[in-house]
């Protein structure tokens, strides 16, 4: 059974920073493409950043693009999200999502999801 596991959520104030990781369990996401989703409260659930394999296919939402950076770990099967001058629009769940099907860029399918990490920045 496949799981992955967001950490790192938190209340911090805006501008500052956080670093959200996800470990993923029950199936090995090498070379398969990992992505950030967030939900802001009243809001749809959005795309903030994939990557495919180490640096190959990043690529983020227009929103976060020079303060957000995501990266992963191979060898332990997880993906970060470095977020840094973290604004009050970014209070949100964010979700850890991997994916076993065709990569098509930032419209990638995803069908594997965590539960979601709470991500609160106070203005």
């Known amino acids: 059974q496949v799981q992955l596991v967001e950490s790192g959520g938190g209340l911090v104030q805006?501008?500052?920073s956080l670093r959200l990781s996800c470990?993923?369990?029950?199936?090995?996401?090498?070379?398969?493409?990992?992505?950030?989703?967030?939900?802001?409260?009243?809001?749809?659930?959005?795309?903030?950043a994939t990557q495919r394999w180490s640096t190959e296919g990043t690529s983020y939402a227009d929103a976060v693009k020079g303060r957000f950076t995501i990266s992963r770990d191979s060898s332990k099967n997880s993906v970060f999200l470095q977020m840094n001058n973290l604004?009050?629009?970014?209070?949100?769940?964010?979700?850890?999502?991997a994916s076993s099907l065709?990569?098509?860029?930032?419209?990638?399918?995803?069908?594997?999801?965590?539960q979601g990490t709470q991500v609160t920045a106070s203005s």
């Open 14 to 16: 805006s501008g500052g």
């Open 23 to 48: 470990a993923a369990s029950g199936r090995t996401f090498t070379t398969y493409p990992m992505a950030w989703f967030r939900r802001a409260p009243g809001k749809e659930r959005e795309f903030v």
């Open 87 to 97: 604004k009050p629009g970014g209070t949100a769940v964010y979700y850890c999502a």
């Open 102 to 114: 065709a990569w098509t860029g930032p419209t990638t399918e995803y069908n594997y999801w965590g």
